[in-house]
DNA sequence: TTCTAAACGAGACGGTACGTCTAGTCTTCTT
DNA sequence: AAGAAGACTAGACGTACCGTCTCGTTTAGAA
């Protein structure tokens, strides 16, 4: 997709990649999403701002890559319960989005993620991707000891979830309940299973 | 709420205030809620800034009055069963959110609440005030029907239900599914119910 | 030149003049001309904006009045010669413009004057028109004592001896050299006595 | 003067410079120094409004490189005569003083530097130094002559000539007596010469 | 080697919005 | 009708970012 794999010219320093998105990353946490400006990322990176635009097309994709690359790799759970997959599920959603630059990146990731056409069809694709992974995992082997139907809708289940943890952590308050993702896993399970 | 209901020096026109309101609608829903200014706005209103910020201390405040205050006024549901409460309280909420402003401005509005401290204390108060009265009413009926527990928490649901629509409508599809309320809904009543 | 001396309806009260000149006079020592506002004046006068611009069409006219109207009755100098009645002349000048209001006031108010065709008009006839009375009389009485000739032209010596003391007191220095006025009245009576 | 000579990052481009100061020069001319804005030079400049505040600290810095910047290499009168010297030397100012930009600025630009301690300090030395120049070369081939004393006072001579000038061009008259430079001329000269 | 081309730090560029301020007018109730 | 209060439209203020562009410089692979 990039202009050319050419290795001709100097080749980008990954030094200044790093630097940029540890920068983005605190100032995210610092002042927040809004505050956040391209020029500051760059000046506190010390790098020039062409060098920012050079690999990001703006501030939602930097910060995004930012803020949530790092959590793709927990194993999905099997606890032999629907009820318990989910709570686990939901505590990996929660530890995520509770981190402290992505508690004070997500409303506003989200909001310049949804007013740009290009961006909102990366939402799901993009952003609760590795979650649907799993949650696609965890509901088949549920199927499979005849917890749920075969043909409980994912998506739904997972806007519901990334919903209700966006609204919690996102949005009201700073204190994850330790028992929410419990709590509402249970909720979720008893809901969607057979009978 | 505004500084002082003194009667003293000439009113505020009622005219500008409807004038800005309207404007404000008509720009976010034109634009976007990103693209849309005080200065535009005031504009569009035929109106001086000052008068525009004279009534609301910015844009987070002056977008949502224009755009969710319209429906307050719904009756609460009572159909006989929780799972049928649900829904219509889902269908209203779906309807409130699915207004092309406020479609439009629900992401950057949320953003912008959530980033301001004294906003942020406003959104569950405000923001989600109408429904939630209503739902308390809900499951004060279906307690006494015996369908779910007393302590039922009544929050809970709330922001599970509103995340779920604000996923789909604000971030997801423009096609609000119209079986959505009934889906969730039941998912829900199911998951709360006792046995 | 106001629209009716009718006695109909409230009149005036005499009390706000005075002390929206007052108030005029301390904000332009204070905050200099340029910072001084009506809505300022009004305010510290107690008084509402219209008070002000029912009396005055605006800055200028107001400040005019509040800083040079209190040194008319200053008597005709007659020392006998020209260079004496000329120093005591620059001297009455220097003391109305060295007035912390007045050298506060000087450069923006010749300025707005400037600016206004109306004002502009009016600069030499009301602004400099009680030296100019003061100076013809002096004129006379050196043209009979045989220093000068009749022809002698007023309004040269007068912008000539107001331009100076401007730049003195308006633009250059806070300190009025003391012996300014004797030093410029020599040069200018020696500079048009005849031979 | 400029904040860096730093050859770093890139070059002013010197186009905008010229831009701006031609359309300062217009604006100045068409409607008045008061109603000259920064926002209308850079519009009609083509230019933002940061081009233009990255060059001059303001309004009055700008209108004074764009009035007062041409006139400095005129040649240093030698007509034989202090009065003619003097004349010549008016003349100059005269006409420097009546080109339209300058008339039309001078009030409001002497009065804006008036106001700022910064630029006050800079009135006589960038204002009036090339003036003052060429007057203290005349005065010192005067005094060679014997026509007047050695320490005759170039400030208060310069000050007299220049408010005279000022109040002519800036305040009174459109019309520049083409016989005021000379007239002037012949009294300040007998004024200060010996005997 | 020398050449070519891209990356880089720096910062200028044309725009646009901000939130505050003032101007001069208008509209209320009170004196 | 004057007065105090304050709302009204209009528009300038100086600052901050946006995303692009030009500099001079550096760093590589290709000729």
Redesign the interface.
């Known amino acids: 997709m990039s202009s050319s794999p050419s290795s001709r010219g100097r080749p980008r320093d990954p030094r200044s990649h790093e630097a940029i998105v540890d920068a983005a990353t605190e100032l995210v946490t610092e002042v927040?999403?809004?505050a956040t400006s391209i020029g500051a990322v760059a000046a506190r990176a010390g790098v020039g701002k062409d060098t920012v635009y050079r690999r990001w097309r703006g501030k939602p994709e930097l910060v995004f890559e930012a803020v949530f690359t790092t959590t793709d790799h927990a194993p999905t759970p099997d606890t032999g319960t629907l009820a318990g997959d989910l709570t686990a599920l939901l505590r990996g959603l929660i530890d995520e989005f509770h981190a402290p630059a992505a508690a004070a990146a997500l409303?506003?990731l989200?909001?310049?993620?949804?007013?740009d056409p290009v961006l909102?069809a990366r939402?799901?694709s993009d952003f609760l991707a590795p979650s649907k992974e799993r949650l696609q995992i965890v509901f088949e082997r549920a199927a499979e000891r005849g917890e749920i139907a075969t043909e409980t809708?994912v998506d739904?289940?997972l806007?519901?979830l990334?919903?209700?943890?966006?609204?919690?952590i996102?949005?009201?308050g700073e204190h994850p309940d330790p028992q929410?993702a419990g709590?509402?896993a249970?909720?979720?399970?008893?809901?969607?299973?057979i009978r």
Do not use: N
């Not at 989200?110 to 007013?115: I, K, Q």
């Not at 249970?186 to 299973?193: C, F, L, Q, T, Y």
């Open positions: 927040g999403y809004a409303p506003g989200l909001a310049d993620f949804a007013a909102k939402i799901r809708p739904l289940v806007d519901t990334a919903g209700a943890v966006f609204f919690h996102g949005l009201v929410l709590r509402l249970a909720v979720i399970a008893k809901g969607i299973e």
